[in-house]
């Protein structure tokens, strides 16, 4: 099984779009910088290295 890759990109409304396989979501650009926080905690608190890829991207974008 291949991992699926992290697709991150602002929309032209301004909102941020995280795709990973089948899931998921958008959500408006103030809530980029929390929700990468968030997953760099998640990364540390449970060490799987996905979380702190997502972290990565969004601070990426």
Do not use: C, H
Request: charged share 35%; proline share 5%.
């Amino acid at each position: 099984m291949t991992a699926r890759k992290i697709e991150i990109k602002r929309l032209p409304d301004g909102q941020v779009s995280v795709r990973k396989g089948s899931w998921f979501d958008v959500f408006p650009e103030e809530r980029r910088e929390p929700w990468a926080a968030w997953y760099e905690q998640m990364y540390r608190d449970y060490g799987y290295a996905g979380y702190l890829e997502m972290a990565k991207e969004l601070r990426a974008l």
